[in-house]
């Protein structure tokens, strides 16, 4: 299992409890080809920057408890808005990295220390976290996880999980909010 972002410990082994989490992939950066530097510092593009604006005006009445990252730039970029909206602080994890693998992200899931958390992160590690939370997903819930609605930059799901690790609830904020 990853380790935790900075400064958080691991649950306890015995908290029962629903966990709001949203995800969100990072708004548009512009692209791969043309970027000169390293990939890491790819920065958003006027139209990433409007769709984190959007973002952050739909996301901060949920009443975000943390903003955890990708260490990319675009990520933090992506929730920079939030984070002004909120008040918050945004930390950076490297398991939510491009090449970090899909754990990181999945172990969020229905973790207690990210209850009413916001993440942002890659299209790399969300196509598998789909079909982690298709076969997670109670009743109704599975039929509204349309991949190429997940998956535009910019947007965010606002993902309930129960106790048992089942997805009870799905909200999804399309880009720009």
């Known amino acids: 299992m990853p380790s935790l972002p900075p400064g958080r410990r ?3 082994g015995d908290d029962e409890v629903t966990v709001r989490l ?3 992939r ?3 950066a512009g692209s791969k080809r043309t970027w000169t530097g390293p990939d890491e510092e790819r920065p958003l593009d006027e139209v990433g920057a409007a769709h984190a604006d959007g973002l952050a005006r739909a996301l901060a009445p949920w009443g975000a408890s943390r903003l955890v990252s990708s260490p990319t730039l675009r990520c933090i970029q992506t929730l920079r808005p939030l984070a002004v909206a909120t008040d918050l602080e945004v930390e950076t994890w490297a398991a939510l990295g491009p090449h970090a693998g899909p754990s990181g992200l999945r172990s969020t899931l229905g973790d207690p220390a990210f209850d009413g958390a916001v993440v942002c992160t890659h299209g790399e590690l969300l196509r598998p976290l ?4 298709r ?3 109670k009743g109704g819930t599975a039929a ?7 998956l535009a930059k910019g947007a965010a799901w606002i993902l309930t999980v129960d106790p048992d690790g089942t997805i009870s609830g799905f909200d999804h904020v399309p880009p720009g909010g």
Do not use: E
């Open 26 to 28: 990072h708004a548009r």
């Open 135 to 137: 076969r997670r997903s």
């Open 130 to 133: 789909l079909r982690t939370l």
């Open 22 to 24: 949203t995800i969100v």
């Open 10 to 12: 691991p649950a306890g």
């Open 144 to 150: 509204d996880l349309h991949g190429r609605h997940l």
